[in-house]
C-alpha cells in the first residue's frame, strides 16, 4: 500500500501541468489586470551607461505588460520558454532584445497567453500610448510633480483618466524612474490601477517636486 502510494505521488508530480496549461482560449487567467510599464530610458542610463539601450536618444521604453492583483502580483508560473526567433520578429518592442526573455519568464507565463500572443498585446498597449509633448526632446532635466505630469499625460492620451496612472521616482522621489499604465485583463480598455499601485505612486513621487532627465 505504502509503495502504490509512493508511485501514485511521483506520477501525479510528473503529471502536474504548468499553469499555463490550464487555460483555454474562453477562461479567464487568474489575475485582475494588466500594469503597463514604461521606463523612462535618461533615468536608467544614467547608472547603467554601458547598456545596449543607452546613447541612443530613447524617452519612455516598453519595461513590460505585468499581470496583477489588487493587492501584489503573480510571477513566474510556469517553465514554458520564449524562443529567441520569436524574440527576433519583435525586435524593437523592448529597448534591448534580451529583456524579453527575463519579462516573459517572470510576468508573461502568468498572463494565460502563449508567447507570441503576451508579445502582441505588449506592443498593441504599448503603442496605444502617446507619450507627451512635455517628455519629447529634453535638453535639460525637467522638474515636475505627478499632478503635472499627469495633467501632460491625459493631454496627449484623452482616453485616459489619472486613476488609471501611476509613477515611480528614484532617490527617494528625486527622478522619475517608470510610468505605468492599467489595462482590463482582455487588454482592450484602460482601467483604474488598483490601490496598493497607487499607495505606493503616491510614496514614491508625490512628496513634491521631482526632476525628468534629459
Known amino acids: 500500500m505504502k509503495k502504490t502510494l509512493i508511485s501514485l505521488c511521483l506520477l501525479a508530480g510528473f503529471a502536474a501541468p504548468s499553469l499555463a496549461e490550464y487555460f483555454t482560449p474562453a477562461e479567464k487567467p487568474p489575475f485582475d489586470y494588466y500594469m503597463l510599464s514604461l521606463s523612462w530610458s535618461p533615468e536608467f542610463c544614467a547608472t547603467h551607461q554601458g547598456n545596449k539601450q543607452c546613447g541612443r536618444g530613447q524617452g519612455l521604453v516598453l519595461h513590460g505588460l505585468w499581470p496583477q492583483y489588487f493587492n501584489g ?38 498572463s494565460g497567453l502563449p508567447p507570441r500572443e503576451y ?27 505627478t499632478a503635472l505630469l499627469t495633467r501632460q499625460i491625459l493631454l496627449a492620451n484623452p482616453k485616459l483618466k489619472a486613476e488609471m496612472l501611476a509613477f515611480d521616482c528614484t532617490n527617494d522621489g528625486a527622478y522619475l524612474q517608470e510610468v505605468y499604465v ?6 482592450k480598455s484602460a482601467v483604474a490601477c488598483g490601490e496598493e499601485v497607487r499607495h505606493r505612486s503616491q510614496r514614491s513621487c508625490g512628496a513634491g517636486e521631482f526632476l525628468v532627465r534629459n
Open 119 to 145: 508579445l502582441q498585446l505588449s506592443q498593441k498597449l504599448k503603442n496605444s500610448f502617446m507619450p507627451p509633448a512635455a517628455l519629447q526632446k529634453l535638453t535639460q532635466a525637467l522638474p515636475v510633480t
Open 182 to 187: 492599467c489595462f482590463d485583463k482582455a487588454g
Open 73 to 110: 502580483y503573480p510571477k513566474s508560473c510556469s517553465n514554458e520558454r520564449i524562443t529567441a526567433k520569436l524574440v527576433r520578429e519583435f525586435s524593437g518592442l523592448y529597448p534591448a532584445d534580451g529583456l524579453a526573455f527575463h519579462e516573459w519568464q517572470k510576468h508573461g507565463t502568468c
